[in-house]
């Protein structure tokens, strides 16, 4: 790409403008959630950390901080888990066995990844209800692996197709399964695309706000996305350094699991380009 090489300034350039908006609110986040008094949403006190307080207090009637952490993190782990197990084995099953119905079951993932989950609220509310795990971690954590589901399928199935089939072909000779095939020579060939999807996830679960918003309603099984609105929410009394504060703590797991990870959500792009 010698063109870009030549003007790689001007792309730089352009990059550093788009995301100048972003930089600057975190800037705001951080400046805001050491300062003792805002107008407003200007930040105008003395530096301090009382805007931290909510690390070794509560915060009105909410739950601490550390509950809220543990929260957010089973509901993120669990979803990321879950979606990573059932796609693997739904991806394999569908780039390497021919059975009735898998174009039909293709389409129909596509769809279902298209489909605006929010439309669906109402009815996984009601299902929900009924087998007992409304207001629960476990409800939203299937609500939230069901509403992903399709894109891991797709991902993964992506990763599968880019594999030879010579091993498999040699192992099916020599007599193994296909779940032994699928556990001990497919899964860790593509162990790369397995590592992008729990991260993907895991960032999209730690994010989500909507499910878990809609679906728990207790305050002992909040996550960071519902606590933080409740602080927010509030407009006449709300304290934008404490909520600012929380947003930067709420932030940091979420920025060091990508830093951690970057090199395997790059990865992702280039799973496989068979259908």
Do not use: C
């Amino acid at each position: 790409m010698p063109g870009f090489q030549r003007n790689w300034y001007l792309w730089m350039a352009l990059l550093l403008g788009i995301t100048f908006p972003v930089a600057l609110g975190y800037l705001w986040l951080i400046i805001s959630s050491l300062n003792s008094e805002m107008h407003g949403l200007q930040p105008v006190g003395l530096w301090e950390i009382d805007n931290w307080r909510f690390l070794w207090e509560p915060i009105g009637p909410r739950p601490m901080i550390w509950t809220v952490l543990a929260n957010t993190l089973i509901f993120a782990l669990g979803t990321s888990a879950l979606i990573v197990t059932v796609s693997a084995m739904a991806a394999y099953a569908i780039s390497r066995l021919n059975f009735p119905g898998r174009g039909f079951m293709l389409g129909l993932i596509l769809i279902l990844h298209a489909f605006p989950a929010v439309s669906l609220l109402i009815a996984t509310f009601y299902v929900l209800l009924a087998i007992g795990l409304f207001d629960s971690l476990l409800g939203v954590v299937f609500v939230m692996a069901a509403f992903l589901m399709p894109l891991g399928i797709w991902l993964l199935k992506g990763f599968f197709d880019g594999l030879s089939w010579d091993m498999e072909m040699a192992a099916l000779v020599d007599g193994a399964s296909r779940w032994r095939i699928f556990w001990h020579i497919a899964l860790p060939m593509i162990r790369p695309g397995l590592f992008a999807l729990g991260i993907f996830t895991f960032l999209v679960a730690w994010g989500e706000f909507i499910v878990p918003y809609t679906f728990i309603v207790s305050s002992r099984t909040w996550i960071f996305s519902v606590y933080l609105q409740s602080l927010a929410g509030d407009m006449e009394r709300a304290d934008f350094g404490l909520v600012a504060a929380v947003g930067v703590f709420y932030t940091l797991p979420a920025v060091i699991i990508f830093l951690l990870g970057q090199r395997y959500l790059l990865q992702m792009y280039f799973g496989g380009s068979k259908g």
